[in-house]
């Protein structure tokens, strides 16, 4: 008898958690997170967790927290069940191989496989690929109450508790004008005591960014993110080339594919990198290699993700020999529910990374039995 772990069953869960207040974004306002949990169980009796989320159902990706369940089900299982679990690479070829797009359920079940393979090693999964560099991740906060004053009080609370000194600004659903005043009152009341940054989520044209970029600039804001279309690379080059404040490619960048053209066209400062977006953690690193290649900084960006893919995340972010504009891993503490026995460790204004092996978490299975949906 073979000796080789095997994968033995692939299930995935649907987790409907609300948010501590509303999110508003320019695509939506978010007042639950769908989390899409993957349960790799494998025949040596070592289960690998992954997950996948999109924000606001089809209104950020082309991914829904149902097509990811249903398309990792009906299609992704019954292509791995029965594979060799440590073969990880292999496994996802096979993946790759028959499945196009689906960036964010290949990352959820990547993520699973590594997760299992980790474990099995005793290894922390960072040492798959290639080690940690820092053992915490900085960790900006969102403020996207919708409301300056009370955006300044959430920021101050955060400030006070030594959670977050780096606030990223949700804006560009109102008037560019507007929003600039909105973010200008908040880094006047902030002053030197955090990093203020903007993501406009692809609401501006081209010169309505210009003009934006240069109100933002005059208020100390340090960086704008994918301000416009995320396929007008040609008009994020604009933006980049007019030097006004750093520009950061977010939705612009699917993967390696993207992040090549965008690096090749010099269409940007930084990467925002993702897991998700990037079709998994290897898709991830191969991102940051290009950014790093290219001399583009890095920031570890999310997609709002829970504990699990929070973790997947900053387990891979470890190993980046430099991330100049920190992370923004902060998606567990927008939520109202814990799906870990111990939550994730945020202190001194960054996320602490276990060393246990694997992702390192511990899943709370009736907490999860509880909220999953039927
Ligand atoms: C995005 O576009 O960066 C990250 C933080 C947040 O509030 O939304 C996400 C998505
Ligand atoms: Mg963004």
New binding site residues.
């Given amino acids: 008898m073979s000796s080789v772990p095997r994968i033995q069953a692939i299930e995935t869960l649907l987790v409907d958690v609300p948010t501590i207040r509303p ?1 508003r ?1 320019s695509v939506a306002t978010m007042n639950h997170q769908t989390l899409v949990l993957v349960r790799l169980q494998c025949s040596d009796g070592i289960v690998g967790w992954g997950e996948a989320t999109t ?1 606001g159902g089809l209104a ?1 990706g082309e991914e829904s927290p149902e097509s990811i369940k249903a398309n990792i089900d009906t299609y992704i299982a019954p292509l791995l069940e029965g594979q060799s679990a440590a073969a990880v690479a292999h496994a996802m070829a096979r993946v790759v191989g028959q499945v196009q797009g689906n960036r964010f359920a290949k990352c959820a079940i990547e993520t699973a496989l590594y997760d299992a393979q980790a474990r099995r090693l005793g290894v922390p999964l960072s040492e798959l690929f290639g080690g940690r560099v820092r053992d915490s991740l900085p960790v900006a906060w ?1 403020l ?1 109450s919708g409301d300056t004053a009370r955006d300044i009080a959430e920021a101050e609370r955060m400030l006070d508790l030594r959670r977050h000194n780096i606030f ?1 600004l ?1 804006i560009g659903l109102r008037t560019v004008r507007d929003d600039a005043a909105h973010v200008a009152a908040i880094k006047r009341a902030l002053g030197d005591r955090a990093s203020v940054r903007v ?1 406009a ?1 692809q609401a501006w044209s081209v010169t309505e960014a210009l003009e934006g970029m240069r109100l933002l600039a005059d208020a100390g804001v340090d960086m704008v ?2 301000p416009i279309l995320a396929y007008d690379k040609l008009g994020l080059k604009r933006l980049t080339e007019a030097n006004i404040i750093p520009v950061m490619a ?2 612009a960048l699917h993967g390696p594919r993207d992040a090549f053209e965008v690096a090749a066209m010099q269409a940007a400062d930084i990467f ?1 990198v ?1 897991i998700n977006q990037s079709g998994g953690l290897r898709g991830a690193a191969r991102v940051a290699a290009i950014a790093d290649a290219a001399n583009i900084g890095l920031y570890g ?4 993700e829970g504990a699990i893919g929070t973790m997947a995340s900053a387990q891979l972010f470890s190993t980046f020999p430099a991330l100049a504009w920190s992370t ?1 891993l ?1 998606g567990p503490l ?1 939520l109202t529910e814990e799906i870990l026995q111990q939550p994730l460790q945020y202190r001194d204004f960054a996320l602490q990374l276990p060393t246990t092996p694997g992702l390192g978490l511990a899943i709370d299975i009736d907490k999860l039995a509880r909220l999953r949906r039927a």
């Fill in positions: 999110h974004l924000i950020y969102t996207a990223k949700k993501d989520n993110e994918q977010d939705e925002a993702k960006g999310t997609m709002l923004e902060f927008l």
